[in-house]
T-cell receptor
Framework: GAVVSQHPSWVICKSGTSVKIECRSL??????MFWYRQFPKQSLMLMAT?????????EQGVEKDKFLINHASLTLSTLTVTSAHPEDSSFYICSPGMDYGYTFGSGTRLTVV | QKEVEQDPGPLSVPEGAIVSLNCTYS??????FMWYRQYSRKGPELLMY????GNKEDGRFTAQVDKSSKYISLFIRDSQPSDSATYLCAMSPYGGATNKLIFGTGTLLAVQP
C-alpha cells in the first residue's frame, strides 16, 4: 500500500518562529496532498490541498499567508506554519486521498510556547 | 448541526466483548464511508472502507452502512486490549483525488483485560 512519511513527528517552537512539516510519498507519486489539522478532542479538519505544479487551495477560514503549502515534486509536499502562535498548537497530518487508499502520514505534533 | 456526529465515549468493555461504534450524518451526498483507528499521538490507520449501503467484513471487524437512516456502524468481535484506541468515522461525498474527508470527533475505546 501507499506509504507516506511525515517529518518531524513532533516539534516545539517559540512563538513567532516558523516551522516546516514535510510529507513524502515513498512508493508512489502524488499530484495532490490533503493537509488536515486536529485540535484536542476535536475531529480532523481539512485545512488545504496541495497540488503539484499549481497553487494550493485552502478551506474557508484557513489563512493562506500563515500556512504556506508547497508541492515541490510528485513525492514531496510541505506545510510551513509561519509566525507560529500558541493557538496554532495542534496535530497536523497529511493524506494523498482516495487514489492511494485514504492513507495518512504519521502526523506532526506542534507545540508553540 | 455537525455534518457527522459521533459519540466521544469513553467506552470501556471487558476483553472478548463485542463492541459497537456508531456515527450519524446529515449529508445525503456521502457515498464513501471509512473507519479509522488512531492510537495516541499517531496518525489514523484505515480499518474499513465501504461504498454506499451494505455490510463489509474483515476479520473481527464488520462495517455497516444504512444510507436510508444516515447511520454507519463498526462492530468489533472478540475485542482485545490492543484494540484500545480512538475510532474515527469519516465520509466523503464523491471519489477521486479531489475529494475530502469529513470526520467524526472519534470514540475512545478501552478494552479491559
Amino acid at each position: 500500500g501507499a506509504v507516506v512519511s511525515q517529518h518531524p513527528s513532533w516539534v516545539i517552537c517559540k512563538s513567532g518562529t516558523s516551522v516546516k512539516i514535510e510529507c513524502r510519498s515513498l512508493d508512489f507519486q502524488a499530484t495532490t496532498m490533503f493537509w488536515y489539522r486536529q485540535f484536542p478532542k476535536q475531529s480532523l479538519m481539512l485545512m488545504a490541498t496541495s497540488n503539484e505544479g499549481s497553487k494550493a487551495t485552502y478551506e474557508q477560514g484557513v489563512e493562506k499567508d500563515k500556512f504556506l503549502i508547497n508541492h515541490a515534486s510528485l513525492t514531496l509536499s510541505t506545510l510551513t506554519v509561519t509566525s507560529a502562535h500558541p493557538e496554532d498548537s495542534s496535530f497536523y497530518i497529511c493524506s494523498p486521498g482516495m487514489d492511494y487508499g485514504y492513507t495518512f502520514g504519521s502526523g506532526t505534533r506542534l507545540t508553540v510556547v | 448541526q455537525k455534518e457527522v456526529e459521533q459519540d466521544p465515549g469513553p467506552l470501556s468493555v471487558p476483553e472478548g466483548a463485542i463492541v459497537s461504534l456508531n456515527c450519524t450524518y446529515s449529508n445525503s451526498a456521502f457515498q464513501y464511508f471509512m473507519w479509522y483507528r488512531q492510537y495516541s499521538r499517531k496518525g489514523p490507520e484505515l480499518l474499513m472502507y465501504t461504498y454506499s449501503s451494505g455490510n463489509k467484513e474483515d476479520g473481527r471487524f464488520t462495517a455497516q452502512v444504512d444510507k436510508s437512516s444516515k447511520y454507519i456502524s463498526l462492530f468489533i468481535r472478540d475485542s482485545q486490549p490492543s484494540d484500545s484506541a480512538t475510532y474515527l468515522c469519516a465520509m466523503s461525498p464523491y471519489g477521486g483525488a479531489t475529494n475530502k474527508l469529513i470526520f467524526g470527533t472519534g470514540t475512545l475505546l478501552a478494552v479491559q483485560p
